[in-house]
């Protein structure tokens, strides 16, 4: 039964940003427990634990609340460093990978899917998408985009072809970098899972030409890791408001605006969803910000976000 001390990830199953959570944690044979979050607001249950941060995945062990993959797979690896991901020839790599598959491939692949389902997307999930970007969903942009889109999302995937045949792919159990399987392949992934789960007669004729990706990509979705328990986000907030945050240090370092600790400040993403998360300061880095919130639901929380794509001010 899940507790203080459980990994619960907030997701749901067609999301590909949970997807490379759900991998790394099986790739690390993590127990684990899942609430599976509206793909759509409201999300009552998860803005008490996120100050107002309405992206998918969360993840949350206690009171600490991670909002973003990219922090939630550097806490992961941090807290539970084997089986390592963060292998060597990774350093530094892994989040450049990350920054290309979440923008650059990640947009070819919308373009495709949801031109593909074309008048299919339902009103409720267009009005929200449009509320979260802050710009118009155009369906019909995508549907006409789609076929150019499709090319694009082809010369990505056979880059992916490239760096297998070039570190010599073809051999039993090959990844990205190496002979095991690690963050870069965990974020080089999503997108093919994603493709895959939602258009799989063109993905599957992408990967035909692409024979060293196909293995690559099987490999990784045969990974077997432990069955998460469910629990309901009610359940999920009642163990943050039994817990306490994680103690750590309040400083920051080298803060180029100067930021101190107790500080009230805002945290947002840079990109879309930008809904400001404010609270007060407790640490700051170069990778990381942690801010302490208080809401009756949950009681005291500390919120995690990465530096990396998202935007701080002062409150």
């Known amino acids: ?75 992961i690896e941090a ?66 985009v789609a076929p150019m889109m499709k090319d694009q999302w082809r010369a990505r995937l056979m880059l992916i072809e490239e760096r297998l045949a070039g570190g010599k792919g073809a051999g039993s159990g090959n990844y990205l970098i190496g002979a095991k399987p690690g963050l870069v392949d965990v974020h080089a992934y999503m997108n093919v899972w994603w493709m895959k789960s939602a258009v799989p007669e063109f993905a599957d004729a992408c990967l035909e030409n692409a024979p060293l990706t196909a293995a690559w990509y099987r490999r990784l979705a045969e990974a077997e890791g432990q069955e998460p328990e469910t629990i309901t986000s009610k359940e999920a907030v009642a163990i943050a408001k039994d817990a306490a945050p994680r103690l750590v240090a309040a400083t920051t370092r080298n803060e180029p605006q100067e930021f101190s600790p107790g500080e009230k400040v805002a945290v947002a993403p840079d990109d879309y969803g930008q809904d400001w998360v404010e609270g007060e300061l407790v640490h700051a880095d170069s990778q990381r910000i942690i801010v302490r919130r208080f809401t009756p639901e949950a009681e005291t929380i500390h919120v995690h976000f990465p530096r990396a794509g998202f935007w701080v001010r002062r409150a």
Request: aromatic share 10%.
């Open 1 to 75: 039964m899940a507790d203080a001390r459980s990994i619960i990830l907030h997701e749901y199953p067609s999301s590909p940003f949970s997807e490379k959570v759900r991998l790394a944690l099986k790739l690390k044979s993590l127990a684990y427990a899942r609430v599976e979050q509206p793909v759509i607001m409201p999300k009552p249950d998860l803005i008490p634990l996120t100050g107002g941060y309405r992206r998918i995945p969360v993840l949350q062990i206690g009171a600490d609340v991670y909002c973003d993959s990219a922090i939630i797979l550097r806490e």
């Open 79 to 144: 807290r539970y460093p084997l089986y390592s991901l963060k292998l060597p020839g990774h350093e530094g790599i892994a989040q450049m990978v990350a920054g290309w598959a979440d923008s650059r491939w990640f947009q070819s692949s919308v373009a495709v899917i949801f031109g593909h389902m074309g008048d299919n997307v339902p009103e409720a999930f267009i009005k929200d998408r449009e509320q979260l970007s802050g710009r118009p969903f155009n369906v019909e942009g995508m549907k006409a």
